[in-house]
């Protein structure tokens, strides 16, 4: 059984940063491109980010590119998500989800996390 288990989030001031991790269990890790999303009160959930299974390739949503930082240590069967420039707007539960297949994307994630919570005060 594949489990994700994320952690790092947490209240900073905007301009501050954070580093999210998710722990991957149940698979060989490499097997998996990640990816992180978010989703804000009352929203629905969005894409922030993607990793290849060999870290190869990157894919950012327009609204975190230049400020998030996706990446993984296939070792350590761990992704992360680091987070600088922090704003207000970025505040929203962070989900790690995982796909098998070494594609990159931004939909169709067969396993998820059960998200760690980022809020940025002004």
């Not at 998996?32 to 999303?37: D, E, K, L, T, Y």
């Not at 993607?50 to 190869?56: L, R």
């Not at 707007?89 to 931004?106: M, N, P, Q, V």
């Amino acid at each position: 059984q594949v489990q994700l288990v994320e952690s790092g989030g947490g209240l900073v001031q905007a301009g501050g940063s954070l580093r999210l991790s998710c722990a991957v269990s149940g698979r060989t890790f490499s097997s998996f491109s990640m990816g992180w999303f978010r989703q804000a009160p009352g929203e629905e959930r969005e894409f922030v980010a993607a990793i290849s299974w060999s870290s190869g390739r990157t894919d950012y949503a327009d609204s975190v590119k230049g400020r998030f930082t996706i990446s993984r240590d296939n070792a350590k069967e761990m992704a992360y998500l680091q987070m600088n420039s922090l704003k207000p707007e970025d505040t929203a539960a962070y989900y790690c989800a995982a796909k098998l297949g070494s594609l990159i994307s931004r939909v169709r994630y067969e396993y998820w996390g059960q998200g760690t919570q980022v809020t940025v005060s002004s």
